[in-house]
């Protein structure tokens, strides 16, 4: 299985603030034939089902609002959230597809 | 706009089965996998399986010997058994759209497993 690990494991982050998120994959989630990193984003809040944020790890899911942005390659990946709202206030996972038993990371929490 | 709707029985036994099932409405099942999730309440996210419209399944190879997922083309919804239930599968149960990422979730049932 392919292991997700995701650090910090909280942030307290300022409204109007940056919060950075890494994701480290244990291989590759690169798929050469392609050149797409397959690597996928959540947002969860309490007592709702996951939502999906970004795929292919950096492209937006539609109606997700831009100051949300996904970076990074092979096996080392960052969600970056540019002027938290109150309303960003929840776990981020991330998630592997390069295997068929995708994997997630144990989340990030974000707090203001 | 897809919808998946999610019921199932919330309090088992140990040894019990259990039993839930996704529908979905505003989408065919056709062109998409569907799948399910569990997670343990205050802990993350874990995949127990797919099935696509044929009925093509995968599932995790630390649960494949207890579960089963089955689809129902006719009335647009997908299910999961799981047998020999224990404590240890007390968890939300999510249902969602997707082979690779997920687009579209249910709105979780808790499972409880308690004697």
């Known amino acids: 299985d392919i292991v997700m690990t995701q650090s910090p494991d909280s942030l307290a982050v300022s409204l109007g603030e940056r919060a950075t998120i890494n994701c480290k994959s244990s291989q590759s989630v690169l798929y050469r034939s392609d050149n797409k990193n397959y690597l996928a984003w959540y947002q969860q809040k309490p007592g709702q089902p996951p939502k999906m944020l970004i795929y292919?790890?950096?492209t937006r899911e539609s109606g997700v609002p831009d100051r949300f942005s996904g970076s990074g390659s092979g096996t080392d990946f960052t969600l970056t959230i540019s002027g938290l709202q109150a309303e960003d206030v929840a776990v981020y996972y991330c998630?592997?597809?390069?295997?068929?038993?995708?994997?997630f990371g144990g989340g990030t929490k974000v707090e203001i | 706009q897809v919808q998946l709707q999610q019921w199932g029985a919330g309090l088992l036994k140990p040894s019990e089965t259990l039993s839930l099932t996704c529908v979905v409405y505003g989408g065919s099942l056709s062109g998409h996998y569907w799948t399910w999730f569990r997670q343990p309440p205050g802990k993350g996210l874990e995949w127990i399986g797919e099935i696509n419209h044929s009925g093509v399944a995968n599932y995790n190879p630390s649960l494949k010997s207890r579960v089963s997922i089955s689809v129902d083309t006719s009335n647009n919804q997908f299910s999961l058994k799981m047998n020999s239930v224990t404590a240890a599968d007390t968890a939300v149960y999510y249902c969602?759209?997707?082979?690779?990422?997920?687009?579209?979730w249910g709105e979780g049932t808790l499972v409880t497993v308690s004697s």
């Open positions: 292919w790890a950096s």
């Open positions: 998630q592997q597809y390069y295997t068929t038993l995708v994997t």
């Open positions: 969602a759209r997707g082979g690779d990422w997920y687009d579209f």
